[in-house]
């Protein structure tokens, strides 16, 4: 992760074409049970192995192009969000409100590309765009 105006066009360049020669064939998980937070609702998602050693790779490539070190991978907590509340609430209320959808099944996800984005807070929101797209493999993919 860097900061757009520290990121020239070169190194977005050769970040795509690193990802691209060490990316992993498309991987499917599954998005687990609803639930709620404090602050948010998001789903789970697992397993965790193919995500985890997806960062690795992009904190390689990442590192390799010159850029910013990223976060480190052994703190990334995958997940899929939801909707995020402004202020903080008591998370009982909202966990028994997603409680009867927390019966439905895991929803497969097919991950077979990533979008880097360039992202930025708004208004206490977060808004982003595509800047590119590095496709996965169908080939062996699971």
Known sequence: MALAHDVDERQLHDLVEAVQAEAPPAFELSALPLTGSRGALRY??????????????????????????MKSSSRLRPHIGIGYCRTRIPA?????????????????????????????????????????TVHLSLEGAR
């Open 44 to 69: 789970s998602v697992a397993p965790w192995t193919p995500i985890i050693s997806l960062h690795q790779r992009l904190v390689a490539a990442s590192f390799a192009c010159g850029l910013p070190p």
């Open 92 to 132: 009982r209320p909202v966990q028994a409100v997603v409680k009867p959808l927390r019966s439905l099944p895991p929803v497969p996800l097919l991950i077979d590309r990533l979008d880097l984005v360039e992202m930025r807070r708004e208004a206490a929101a977060y808004t982003w765009k595509m800047v590119r």
